[in-house]
């Protein structure tokens, strides 16, 4: 195997595996900064050896036994684990023992799901919302500290500040690697819905890349939504975010064209769009739904993800209805992208000078200067009003505000066609 394809080949098992290993090792280990240290160290090593020997039938068991391998080494050596040597090495040599099926099941929890445990171990009440939703981004997702920066809309190092202060944290209180139960599952679920939700969307619409569309991100999203949903069935948003992922998911094969060009929403094929799932998604929405009380953030993003799934055509939309929703959402959710969103569900209900206005109050908003989708919904309601100039110059500064590469090239398409009116 060449080098190249050696790299390709670990790049795609570590998006595959790396979560799982970080998780299984966190339950040992119970750091998930040293847990996400030996991951790293076996990727590593795999980047050493897989060249030269090859990738194993078996890489994500290799990787496992690796960092394994590693962490006894680390116990042995450090005073700090002496008293954990016994017990870890154990434990080791007892899974190494048994094949990779024996292996799932022997550390299967109540729940059946070490991720979900990481995910909770990340959320713990000790660390700031902030702090646990990134760092659940890192470890669960895999995403880079500039990526998780982009979803928050803060700077790179303000992330990884949050990052190294979590793990200590949790290392220092010596947290449990546990999914809580009662109270405590009621006081951490809702952080856990944003984590989810946050991965998810980086997946939907990757923030720099290539790929506009992470799959195993949104894969991912959807697994630990639908785990959690069946963890609360008495909790209206659980099912409200796996409504909202359902719908979304739905669409990924339309949102794509041959040449792997962004294809917006009003253009797409809705034959594409996958009706399992949006049955699963109208499904889970009418469970939130029937709920005492109102919908919640989640629930109504649901619900006007459920107005496009039920229209036939892009014309049949009920924007009005979709309007009103994002208005509930404006008054329990305020923020500046809900706000973004309004602008152009009034646009789409009401004409594109509504949206633009609102646009006009936004645009001052320090998290917004940057941000590449204001100037592009800017541009697109510019171009609506014919004023093509204008517009042409706000889809070029929104291409150069994106980091992907495939949104890039959409936004400087549609600049160059303004330009040409």
């Not at 195997?1 to 390709?8: I, L, N, P, S, Y």
């Not at 060009?261 to 094929?269: A, F, I, R």
């Not at 206005?357 to 001052?364: K, M, R």
Request: proline content about 5%.
């Amino acid at each position: 195997m060449t080098d190249a394809g050696a790299q390709k080949a670990i790049e795609a098992v570590w998006r595959i595996e790396s979560a799982r290993l970080i998780a299984a090792l966190a339950r040992l280990v119970r750091d998930v900064g040293l847990a996400e240290d030996l991951a790293q160290d076996a990727l590593v090593a795999a980047l050493e050896r897989w060249p030269q020997s090859g990738v194993p039938d078996n890489p994500g068991a290799w990787l496992m036994a690796t960092a394994k391998n590693r962490a006894i080494d680390l116990a042995r050596r450090h005073t700090t684990f002496e008293r954990k040597q016994e017990e870890l090495a154990r434990d080791v040599g007892m899974r190494m023992a048994l094949d990779r099926a024996d292996f799932d099941a022997a550390v299967d929890d109540e729940v059946g799901d070490d991720l979900l445990g990481l995910i909770f171990t990340c959320c713990h009440p000790l660390l700031s919302r902030e702090a646990r939703v990134a760092l659940t981004l890192r470890l669960l997702g895999g995403l880079s500290t500039p990526e998780i920066a982009r979803a928050f809309l803060v700077k790179e190092s303000t992330i990884a500040q949050r990052l190294v202060r979590a793990k200590r944290t949790l290392r220092d209180a010596n947290v449990p690697f546990e999914v809580p139960r009662g109270e405590e599952l009621d006081t951490r679920l809702p952080s856990v819905l944003e984590v989810i939700y946050l991965v998810f969307n980086e997946g939907y619409a990757a923030s720099a890349g290539e790929d506009w569309i992470r799959p195993e991100l949104c894969e991912e999203a959807l697994r630990l939504g639908r785990i959690l949903a069946a963890l609360a069935p008495a909790e209206p948003e659980a099912h409200g975010l796996i409504a909202l992922l359902e719908i979304q998911a739905s669409r990924n094969r339309a949102r794509l064209g041959p040449d792997g060009v962004p294809v917006l929403l009003p253009d797409q094929d809705r034959g594409r769009w996958d009706l399992l799932l949006i049955g699963r998604g109208l499904k889970a929405l009418e469970r939130a739904e029937g709920s005492r009380g109102p919908l919640g953030p989640y629930g109504l993003q649901a619900a006007i993800a459920a107005c496009h799934a039920r229209a036939r055509s892009a014309e049949e939309t009920d924007w009005v209805r979709i309007a009103a929703l994002y208005d509930a959402l404006s008054q329990i959710a305020p923020s500046p992208i809900v706000e973004l969103n309004r602008a152009v569900a009034l646009s789409m209900a009401f004409g594109p000078e509504t949206g633009l206005e609102l646009l006009d109050q936004i645009a001052a908003e320090p998290s917004l200067r940057e941000y590449h989708l204001l100037p592009s919904v800017r541009g697109d309601l510019l171009a609506k009003l014919g004023r093509h100039d204008e517009a042409a110059t706000e889809f070029t500064r929104a291409a150069s505000l994106t980091e992907n590469a495939r949104e890039r090239e959409l936004l400087l398409g549609r600049a160059a066609g303004s330009a040409a009116v």
